[in-house]
């Protein structure tokens, strides 16, 4: 790592502008400084006061537009003083060298003014300017040296002359650099040493790089630091010369020929001793950071637009990454996060973002520990429920940079309409939201806990300040894999709007309570009945006495009258996992709600069934034995034709050939009446009567699939 020459900061990274105001005693060339800039010649005649002076970023160092302001005691007040203060980025004050009371008045009058309108905490850069130094012989810097000892808030001192232009374009570099690139937040020249902040900041950057996490940054990590810092490579040789100079000061520095916290920390400890603070500055704004050393909200909040009736999802991208911070710190290789490796996880974090209620919200192992899979889903929780908090988190995790994206906006895609996937009859989503409705204590904690494979043993361990009202795991619904995401809605007299809000329903019961089924079929009928939202009733705790409802009619009857699947039985009192069926049936409902795709039994309703049905239907074997005659008699016809070709060429084997007929006929029939169609014959006609059966296999097959296509189609029509 070097400080060489900078990338191209982003609007985000700096300030827009700075504004620089000049004071100081009366005739000690304030005015002529900057028209001495301006016009790049010592003017003849000099005005009592310069106007604003703006210079375009074009054709500045720093690339950032610069006001130059002048103050005149005798044209302002001192009310028009302070107000001008309040409004300067960096303040110049200059002094005559060969003045001595101008040097004075430096600590006597205008240092107290200028700090006494500013913050304690914010004060505002200065810069002292030795003006004419052209008329004299010898430097103020040892007048000066002791002041600048005295006020942290002097950023340097910079003798020159407006007269021989000497270091003129030097002073405003150094007034625009010390608000660009303060020294300030970084280093204190007391201690002689860097700010807590500072070091804070520079070790979450360290941490981030160290993309191995083996507690060093070797050859690849450095050079790909310097890269999206500095956008230029080191040469090896670059490599080693800069840890050379490591292990020149300090001891551990470097450790298995790659640059440790330590030799990180002291490279920028000697940029900043050394007047390269922007260097170290350059590194922070890259990594997001704010003249406070804060994370900016342009660099954890970027701008996502999510129109209504959307979702939030993670994509491919966002996956990688998160797969391979999950390996990076999983350091023991057992598919799960420890304490200890999660806490080091957390580390580049300002705070510890997941409670201990995380662990009853995903897959966990025996240990508690919280699984590769558990890791992936907790991930997608939040980015579904809180977006915004999850763009946060990629975005202490260093997910723009290591990635080289624009922001962490790029590792979330935003679904389309919910409406457009009901008249398209397909989803994009991968996420489908159920929200598990019932009276309290019907087991509905149980049905989400039973998603995550706990069966009542170990539902019986959680603390109940650690229970969670969320449950995610993935689903397999044909050979797809989705995220189902479980809330356990509180029971209330009316659902509110974001309550209701779901792709599927899930109305849970208590089988041995006789007054549980009537909460749930009146939440139907109040909020669900009219709805697209497919509903599925879940008789939980089935492994009990079950007790007639006090309700009107049945739950069963329920069902039927209102076309929905009967009631599912579910306990997750196991021995072993508790069956995911049910969840396997929500997911499928949520997926193809135009469908109606509400059940897997023999309900003769949903479309599983009425394809199991039609299948084995009189039309479908009276159309199958109808286009089996016609095949037949068609090869029937073919070998009277072949007879009738041998016939002319040699009589004599009238009688083989017949034989061979009657053979084939046979090799038919026999078949047929066992199962699929198999030509077997051993004479002349091989051949020909294996292209033939092959044929009419394929001419068979693609007639029921056409069929069988048609009456799905139909029955779906039927059923919207």
């Known amino acids: 790592m070097r400080a060489g020459r900078a990338r191209p900061l982003r609007a985000a990274d700096m300030k827009k502008d700075v504004r620089i105001l000049l004071v100081g005693e009366p005739r000690v060339g304030k005015t002529s400084l900057i028209m001495s800039l301006v016009s790049e010649e010592f003017p003849e005649e000099v005005p009592p006061r310069a106007e604003e002076i ?6 500045t160092p720093e690339r950032v537009p610069t006001h130059i302001v002048d103050y005149s005691e005798a044209e302002q007040s001192d009310e028009q003083l302070h107000q001008e203060i309040s409004q300067a980025n960096v303040i110049c004050i200059v002094y005559a060298v060969n003045n001595k009371h101008s040097i004075d008045k430096v600590t006597s009058r205008w240092i107290p003014l200028i700090n006494e309108r500013t913050d304690k905490d914010s004060r505002l850069p200065l810069i002292l300017v030795g003006n004419k130094s052209d008329l004299v012989e010898y430097s103020s810097m040892e ?6 000892n005295q006020y942290t808030e002097i950023e340097t001192c910079v003798e020159c002359s407006a007269k021989n232009l000497k270091n003129i374009s030097e002073l405003f570099y150094y007034a625009q650099k010390a608000v660009l690139h303060p020294t300030g937040p970084l280093y204190c020249p007391e201690e002689k040493e860097m700010k807590p902040a500072c070091i804070k900041a520079l070790t979450r ?9 083996d507690g060093t940054l070797n050859d690849a990590e450095l050079n790909f630091f310097q890269r999206i810092c500095f956008n230029t490579p080191l040469a090896p040789q670059a490599l080693e010369d800069v840890k050379n100079v490591v292990r020149k000061h300090i001891s551990d520095g470097v450790a298995d020929s790659g640059l440790t916290l330590k030799g990180f920390l002291f490279l920028h400890t000697l940029f900043i001793q050394r007047g390269r603070h922007e260097t170290t500055w350059t590194v922070l704004r890259r990594f997001g950071y704010d003249d406070d050393l804060d994370l900016t909200p342009e660099y954890l909040f970027p701008l996502l637009k999510i129109p209504p009736d959307c979702t939030t999802e993670l994509n491919h991208h966002a996956y990688l990454f998160l797969q391979s911070t999950f390996d990076k710190h999983d350091l023991d290789r057992d598919c799960a996060l ?5 806490k080091d996880l957390f580390k580049v974090f300002p705070y510890i973002p997941w409670g201990p209620d995380v662990n009853n919200t995903v897959c966990t192992n025996e240990r508690g520990w919280i699984t590769y899979q558990g890791f992936l889903s907790q991930w997608t929780l939040t980015t579904y429920l809180d977006v915004q908090r999850c763009l946060e988190y990629l975005g202490y995790l260093g997910y723009s940079i290591l990635t080289e994206q624009e922001s962490q906006a790029s590792a979330i895609t935003v679904t389309r309409d919910k409406k457009i996937d009901l008249q398209k009859k397909q ?14 204590n019907c087991g509905k904690s149980g049905v989400l806990q039973a998603l995550l494979g706990r ?14 009202y969320y449950a995610i795991n993935t689903v397999y619904v044909y050979g797809q894999e989705k995220y189902l995401l479980l809330h356990d809605i509180s029971e209330s007299e009316f659902l509110t709007e974001a309550e209701i809000i779901c792709d599927v329903v899930c109305l849970v019961y208590d089988v041995s309570n006789p007054k549980s089924f009537e909460y749930c079929a009146r939440i139907f009928k109040q909020h669900f009945m009219d709805s697209r939202i497919p509903c599925l009733i879940v008789a939980a705790k089935s492994d009990l006495h079950e007790v007639k409802q006090d309700y009107s009619i049945s739950p069963a009857d329920f069902c039927r009258k209102h076309k929905m699947p009967p009631p599912q039985a579910f306990t997750c009192n196991t021995a072993d996992a508790p069956s995911k069926d049910i969840f396997v049936k929500l997911t499928t409902m949520a997926m193809y709600p135009h469908a109606r795709l509400r059940c897997m039994c023999t309900c003769n309703r949903c479309t599983f069934c009425i394809c199991q049905n039609f299948l084995n239907s009189d039309l479908l074997q009276s159309v199958k034995n109808k286009i089996f005659t016609a095949v037949i008699n068609r090869l029937r016809a073919r070998v009277a034709e072949w007879g ?8 004599g084997s009238i009688t083989h050939q017949v034989h061979a007929v009657s053979s084939v006929e046979d090799s038919i029939f026999m ?3 066992h199962g699929p169609l198999f030509l077997e014959a051993r004479h002349v006609t091989q051949a020909d009567l294996k292209s033939s059966t092959f044929w009419l296999r394929a001419s068979f097959g693609a007639t029921v699939f056409a069929v069988l296509g048609f009456a799905m189609y139909r029955a779906l029509l039927k059923q919207r």
């Open 427 to 440: 989803t994009q989503r991968n996420v489908f939201r159920c929200n598990v409705i019932g009276m309290k």
């Open 54 to 59: 703006t210079i375009p970023a074009d054709v």
């Open 205 to 213: 950057i360290f941490k981030i790089s160290d993309q191995d996490n």
């Open 143 to 148: 007048t000066i040296l002791p002041i600048m």
């Open 644 to 651: 009738a070709m041998l016939l002319a060429d040699d009589e």
């Open 455 to 468: 069966n009542l043993m170990r539902q019986k361990k959680i603390r109940d300040d650690h229970k969670s």
């Open 338 to 342: 420890s304490p200890d490796e999660l």
């Open 671 to 673: 078949e047929s009446s």
